[in-house]
Each structure stands twice: as C-alpha cells, then as structure tokens.
C-alpha cells in the first residue's frame, strides 16, 4: 500500500507491516458512504487490527473501558488525520475508540430497516439456518466499506472469544454480544430514557443476534468468500475450508490455504 511517504505500523499482523499513504481523516458521526470514501481509513482499521492481534489475551476486552482521555485525545487525532502511533495507546482504548466510531453513525451501521428485518428474525423463532440467510442478504447489500468493517469487526469477536478459556479474558461469545450489541444496534438504545421493557427486549435481541454471528462465523452462508479472504489478508491468519465447507482461520502465517 504505497502512496506517499508516512510510514505507519500496522499493529494487528503478523507482521510488521507499514502503512504509507496519506493518512485520512475519520469522520464520526456521518453516514458510512461519507465517512469510507474509499475504504477503512488506515487509523481506525489499525485499532481493529491492534485489537485482533493483542485483544484475545485482555481480560474483559470490549467490556472494559479505555482511559477516556486518551479515547478523545486518539478520537481527535484520527479526525483531524494526524499520524500517531498506535503502539502508545492500549487495546481497551483502541476497543473503546472503535466502538464510539460504530455508536455515532446514524441509523448505525446496519440501518434501522435492516435492524428491524434482524430483530424480526430473530423473535420469530425462525431457525439459525434461515437467520444466516437474513444476515447474508443483509449483508450483501450494504456498501463494500462496510462489509469489510463488519467482517474485521465479527471476525476480532470471534478470536477473542475463542481464547475465552485459554487465555481466561472472560469474554465468549455471549459476554462480548451483551458489550458491543448497542454500538451495532442502535434502535436498542433508549436515547437516556428510563429503560422501558421494550428496550431490554430488543436489547436482549440485538444481543442475541451478535452472539448467532460470532458463533457462526466461518460459515458460508454468513459472509461472502471475498470478506473471509479481506478479513485473512488483513490479519494475516490462515484460511482454510474444512469438511463441513466452513472457513477457519488459524495463526498467522505466509501461506494461504483454499
């Protein structure tokens, strides 16, 4: 990715991968089409490459806060497209920045329309199987940007959540659902109301509906090949198909397996 001169480490690879090109503003608060004029801008898809790479052995990743002053000093930094160094802010902060990006987009990164089709698949008992096939709908229709964003974003959730138990940071697929759900979902929110029992119902099913994907990430009716092969590129972990047509991504490595 060669543009101009800065040189900037992506910290999420396996290796020690630079990024040259002109740093672009991230724009918060906008709608995606605004805020991706092209593609992830090269901070922010750094903090989700960082939070790939060093999340899984962090306790309560995407749970505990960052230090909400470095979360607005790095939020201010990517917005005015300065070069920073990623290696001085920790993973929480970086988690946190990602989730305030997500929190601002209007209508959130789905839509509300296509919220309400989810949550609607998702309370009419309609099986797992048919749900994926929602989510690939969905999915397939939104702009490229964001399915890159999206794929990084479940992917990540996937990885921590697998190293829930070896690495002991408490965060399976359930844990990470119930912290990220209202920065994905933003009709769950109840815009500082008290919560009424509606709220917590669409809360509770935005957060199921994030667990399903984590769970099922690596199926085929979930994400296009395309986004699974994005999502190893950019990580640098092996992809692979195994007997059951499921894609599964391992450590990272050179090679890349079909």
């Not at 607005?72 to 990006?101: C, D, P, W």
């Not at 990580?235 to 079909?258: A, K």
Request: charged letters at 20%.
């Amino acid at each position: 990715m060669t543009v101009a001169s800065y040189s900037m480490v992506l910290c999420g690879s396996s290796d020690d991968h630079r990024y040259r090109g002109r740093i672009e503003k991230v724009k918060f608060g906008v709608p995606i089409n605004e805020a991706f004029a092209h593609d992830i801008p090269a901070t922010l898809l750094m903090l989700l490459l960082k939070v790939n790479k060093d999340g899984p052995a962090k306790k309560d990743i995407w749970r505990a806060p960052g230090n909400q002053a470095q979360v607005r000093k790095l939020s201010q930094v990517m917005q005015h497209g300065r070069l920073v160094n990623i290696e001085n802010f920790t993973v929480y902060t970086a988690a946190s920045v990602i989730k305030k990006f997500l929190s601002k987009l209007p209508n959130g990164i789905f839509g509300r329309d296509n919220e309400e089709t989810l949550f609607n698949s998702a309370s009419t008992g309609m099986d797992i199987e048919k749900q994926r096939q929602v989510f690939y709908r969905i999915f397939g229709s939104l702009p490229v940007a964001s399915q890159h964003l999206l794929v990084l974003l479940f992917g990540t959730f996937r990885v921590v959540a697998d190293s829930s138990d070896g690495h002991s940071n408490a965060m399976n697929p359930n844990a990470i659902a119930i912290s990220v759900a209202p920065s994905l979902f933003h009709t769950c929110i109840h815009d500082g109301r008290t919560a009424r029992v509606e709220d917590l119902q669409r809360f509770k099913l935005a957060s199921n509906i994030v667990c399903s994907i984590i769970c099922s990430f690596g199926d085929t009716k979930l994400f296009p090949r395309e986004c699974y092969e994005y999502y190893a590129r950019y990580t640098g972990r092996t992809l692979r198909i195994d007997e059951n047509r499921m894609f599964t991504f391992h450590n990272p490595s050179s090679e890349l397996f079909y």
